[in-house]
């Protein structure tokens, strides 16, 4: 179960201000950029997790794309003249999500630069702490939320272990380790919705799309 996403470190000005990336998130289309790029073959992430995923939550919300908010919620909060960045990216299809956002972003007097990396290289680059934004995914195998979350957004995985977002919150730290320990399977859900609404709030990564799963039969041979 992958979800594909734009994330941010958190740790890097200007995207240390929740604002900056909340209006980041208001300016991302996620339908344009499946029927455009990926002739629909995907669903649409509000959340974080995918729908077979433990965890998912039909009740959590996510930012809506709204282009004119978010332009005006970066006006309220100083940041009319916008800024430069980098977003890095490690094959062909991130590239074409980045070239859109880009696109996206212009229109906030936000200019991205598109750096595209070796994928042997990219790892260590975003999980160094030095980039800007970057675009990557996550399979939570285990369809359990313990691993769709835990390593990407508690405190002690920052880096190289799944946090390259660099994301660092007591409460969320807190709801994770209870969740883990939780034996009570609705009282996990709880936890987890808890934890969800609050990441998406903050917006440490901005959740775009969970690609489809598509087979192929060969007819002749039944």
């Excluded at 941010?8 to 000005?13: D, G, K, R, V, Y």
């Excluded at 100083?78 to 430069?84: E, L, M, N």
């Excluded at 070796?118 to 702490?129: E, I, L, N, R």
């Excluded at 007591?170 to 009570?184: G, K």
Aim: charged share 25%.
């Amino acid at each position: 179960q992958m979800c594909i996403r734009d994330r941010f470190n958190t740790e890097q000005e200007p995207f240390d201000d929740p604002v900056v990336r909340q209006a980041i998130a208001q300016a991302i289309d996620k339908e344009d950029i499946i029927n455009i790029m990926l002739e629909g073959k995907a669903i649409v992430a509000d959340t974080l997790l995918a729908p077979a995923v433990f965890g998912h939550s039909e009740d959590i919300e996510g930012i809506e794309y709204d282009l004119e908010a978010a332009k005006k919620l970066l006006e309220e909060n100083g940041y009319s003249d916008g800024f430069s960045a980098e977003i890095t990216v490690q094959d062909r299809t991130a590239a074409d999500i980045a070239t859109y956002i880009q696109e996206q972003l212009r229109e906030l007097n936000i200019e991205l630069e598109i750096y595209q990396i070796d994928p042997g290289a990219y790892t260590d680059y975003v999980g160094s702490g030095n980039h800007d934004m970057f675009i990557g995914g996550w399979g939570t195998v285990t369809l359990d939320a313990d691993y769709g979350l835990y390593p990407l957004f508690h405190s002690s995985s920052i880096g190289n272990s799944g946090n390259r977002s660099r994301y660092a919150n007591d409460e969320v730290d807190a709801l994770l380790e209870d969740a883990r320990t939780e034996i009570e399977e609705g009282q996990r859900l709880e936890l987890y919705e808890e934890a969800q609404e609050i990441i998406l709030e903050e917006a440490p990564i901005i959740p775009i799309y969970h690609p489809s799963l598509l087979t192929g039969m060969n007819l002749s041979l039944i």
